[in-house]
Each structure stands twice: as structure tokens, then as C-alpha cells.
């Protein structure tokens, strides 16, 4: 599944809900999933950590679809050419920025 398909079946699953709910809404609903993940990263199982990476990455494809952002052309956009700061694959920054 492409990021582009993962933000259809999220539109086509929640769409409604979503809209109803708002950005803001949903934006609480995504920090209540990463603060699930970092226990899931700390105490679960391997499919506890999958399930969590899953949730977290449906909630902002959610975010996405209700601001408009296009995820897969936005990572593309700013990822696709090497680090965003050096242009180098791998990573060439200084440790000391971001270690
Ligand atoms: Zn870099």
C-alpha cells in the first residue's frame, strides 16, 4: 500500500467522522497513538509495536487528508533527494544539530 492509497482507504473508512471532528480533534486523537506507540516501543510485544506504528501512521494520513497535504509527494518533496540538510545519502550534518 502506497501513502497515496493509505490516505484513500483512511478518506473512504473515516471521512465523515473526520470532517465532523476537525483538525484539532484529530490532532488530539494522534498524540493519545504516539504516546501509545512510546509505551508499546518500551514494553510491547513486536505485534503491540506494529499495531501502535500502524494507528499512528492512519492518524496522520488523517491529519493530512484534513489540511489537503498530499503525504507521498510531500516525503518525496522533502526526502526523496537525500537528508533535507545536506542533500548527502546518508547524512552528512554535523552530529551536534541533531545527534
Ligand atoms: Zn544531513
Not at 471521512?15 to 508499546?40: I, N, P, Q, Y
Not at 501502535?52 to 507521498?72: K, S
Not at 526526502?79 to 544539530?97: L, R
Request: hydrophobic share 40%; charged share 20%.
Amino acid at each position: 500500500m502506497t501513502l497515496a492509497q493509505l490516505q484513500q482507504v483512511i478518506r473512504a473508512t473515516y471521512g465523515d467522522k473526520d470532517s465532523r471532528r476537525g483538525v484539532e480533534g484529530t490532532f488530539m486523537w494522534f498524540m493519545e497513538e504516539v504516546g501509545e506507540l512510546a509505551a508499546a516501543l518500551r514494553g510491547g510485544t513486536p505485534a503491540e509495536q506494529s499495531a501502535e506504528f500502524a494507528d499512528v501512521l492512519a492518524w496522520l494520513a488523517t491529519l493530512a487528508n484534513g489540511v489537503g497535504v498530499d503525504l507521498e509527494a510531500a516525503v518525496r518533496a522533502k526526502y526523496g533527494g537525500g537528508c533535507p540538510g545536506c542533500g548527502e545519502v546518508p547524512c552528512v550534518c554535523d552530529q551536534t544539530e541533531k545527534p
